[in-house]
């Protein structure tokens, strides 16, 4: 569970977040809005790079906030950004293999393996970044993140230039990153259809502040979420 506690963010005399707070329980959780909502702000906070003015956030029983950025990747934090991060000059297993440095049980190179297996890459392992297509890239990047034992895993808009078939093998990947590692996952993402596939729990957020929160199926039927988020006309 991860709990956001009251998160406020200001750049200058802007305030990028206000006062969020939710309780993430689902193992796999989305946080969705308009551009410019706050989405990647509030990835931001949890990861390290961004200072939040007030507030928390906990994962069982860790401020998350009162640890350096290694110190949470160490924690087992992962992260994956909106551009795949993977090295062209390394192979698909290289590329993973320096995500297992802190490992624990199974030999690093054994862990690599099987989590390549896991997401359709074994026969590519020994393939260079370059030579991967997009959507390789971007199976490396779910393999890089379930590596090393991790307790949280977040994902920013990984969907983005995704056929229909690849969104879909990709969300049976999300789903299946509890099972797997025991991570909880958080997800952002504008495709509607992927949230409500693979998230049980939605955060829904507004010009930096939380407008909705909680099962998906009535976050997305929630009139001020339809007005704010998917464009209709609230009533």
């Known amino acids: 569970m991860i709990t956001v506690d009251n ?17 993430f329980t689902a193992p796999v959780a989305g946080i969705i809005g308009p551009n410019g909502a706050g989405k990647t702000t509030l990835m931001n906070v949890v990861s390290g790079f961004v200072q939040a003015a007030e507030g928390r956030i906990v994962h069982d029983g860790t401020d998350l906030l009162r640890l350096s ?35 624990r049980g199974a030999g ?3 862990e690599a393996g099987r989590l390549l297996e896991l997401v359709g890459l074994a026969d590519r392992a020994h393939v260079l970044g370059r030579e991967l297509t997009g959507f390789e890239r971007r199976l490396v990047d779910v393999a890089r993140c379930m590596a090393g034992n991790p307790r949280l895993v977040m994902f920013d808009e990984p969907a983005g230039g995704l056929s229909m078939e690849e969104t879909k093998r990709l969300g049976a990947l999300l789903r299946d990153i509890h099972a797997q590692t025991g991570a909880q996952t958080l997800l952002i993402d504008h495709d509607v259809e992927l949230i409500a596939e693979v998230c049980e729990e939605v955060l829904v957020l507004d010009f930096g502040k939380r407008i909705a929160f909680g099962p998906t199926d009535a976050v997305l039927a929630d009139p001020k979420v339809k007005a704010a988020y998917l464009g209709t006309e609230e009533v």
């Open 69 to 103: 950025p290694h110190r949470r990747a160490r924690w087992g934090l992962r992260r994956s950004f909106q551009k795949e991060e993977v090295a062209d000059d390394l192979t698909a297993h290289e590329n993973v293999l320096v995500q297992t440095d802190h490992a």
């Open 7 to 23: 998160i406020t963010v200001r750049f200058g005399g802007v305030v990028a977040l206000s006062g969020v707070s939710a309780e």
């Open 108 to 110: 690093r190179g054994e």
